[in-house]
T-cell receptor, first 114, second 119 residues
C-alpha cells in the first residue's frame, strides 16, 4: 500500500518570505502522480500543483514550486513570496492511476504572519 | 473549470435517523466518484469508490450497510448515513473524475463538502 507522510504538523512563515513543506511517500510503482492541495478554512480542496513521476522537471505554478526527488521518494512544496491568503492546511497526495482515489498525507497547517 | 456540488452543505440530525448527501457533477459526466470523510484537524480518509451503474467499493473498516452509496447516473452519487450516531459526525467530501479531462493524473474535482452533526 502506498503511504504519504507529512512530518510537519504546523509551519509558520512571515509574509513575503519563502517556506518549504515536506512530503515523503512510499510506493513500488514507477509511474504515478503527486499533488499538493490547499484546504482553507472553507474546507474546499484546491489543487495547488501536480507532478507526473515520469517527468524529471519540477513543476511550477507561479509562486509555488516543487522539489521532486524520485529516488528519495520526496516531494516538497516551496511557496515563495508568501501571502496572508496562503494560510491553510496543505495536503500532499499520491495517485497511482485514474481509477484510484487520492491517498493523502496528514497535512501541514501553514500560518502566515504579517 | 469543472464544478462538483454537494447538498446539503451542513445538516443536523437526531441519533438513529438517516441522512442522504448528494454529490453532483454540474458540467461533466463522472464515471467515477469518491467519498471521503474528514474529522477535525485530520486528513481526508477514503470511504468508498463509486462507479456509475455498479456497486461501490468500500475501504476496509467502512461499514457498507451503514454508509450506502448509490451512483445511479453519470452526474449524481449519493451517500446515505443510515441510523446515524454521534460518532458519525464528520465532514464528508466527494470528488468526481471527468473521463474526458485527460489521462491518469488529471485533476479530481472536489465538492465543497457536507458537515454532518448527529445529536
Amino acid at each position: 500500500a502506498q503511504t504519504v507522510t507529512q512530518s510537519q504538523p504546523e509551519m509558520s512563515v512571515q509574509e513575503a518570505e519563502t517556506v518549504t513543506l515536506s512530503c515523503t511517500y512510499d510506493t513500488s510503482e514507477s509511474d504515478y502522480y503527486l499533488f499538493w492541495y490547499k484546504q482553507p478554512p472553507s474546507r474546499q480542496m484546491i489543487l495547488v500543483i501536480r507532478q507526473e513521476a515520469y517527468k524529471q522537471q519540477n513543476a511550477t505554478e507561479n509562486r509555488f514550486s516543487v522539489n521532486f526527488q524520485k529516488a528519495a521518494k520526496s516531494f516538497s512544496l516551496k511557496i515563495s513570496d508568501s501571502q496572508l491568503g496562503d494560510a491553510a492546511m496543505y495536503f500532499c497526495a499520491y495517485e497511482w492511476d485514474s481509477g484510484y482515489a487520492l491517498n493523502f498525507g496528514k497535512g501541514t497547517s501553514l500560518l502566515v504572519t504579517p | 473549470g469543472a464544478v462538483v456540488s454537494q447538498h446539503p452543505s451542513r445538516v443536523i440530525c437526531k441519533s438513529g435517523t438517516s441522512v442522504k448527501i448528494e454529490c453532483r457533477s454540474l458540467d461533466f459526466q463522472a464515471t467515477t466518484m469518491f467519498w471521503y470523510r474528514q474529522f477535525p484537524k485530520q486528513s481526508l480518509m477514503l470511504m468508498a469508490t463509486s462507479n456509475e451503474g455498479s456497486k461501490a467499493t468500500y475501504e476496509q473498516g467502512v461499514e457498507k450497510d451503514k454508509f450506502l452509496i448509490n451512483h445511479a447516473s453519470l452526474t449524481l452519487s449519493t451517500l446515505t448515513v443510515t441510523s446515524a450516531h454521534p460518532e458519525d459526525s464528520s465532514f464528508y467530501i466527494c470528488s468526481a473524475r471527468d473521463p474526458w479531462a485527460g489521462g491518469p493524473g488529471e485533476t479530481q474535482y472536489f465538492g465543497p463538502g457536507t458537515r454532518l452533526l448527529v445529536l
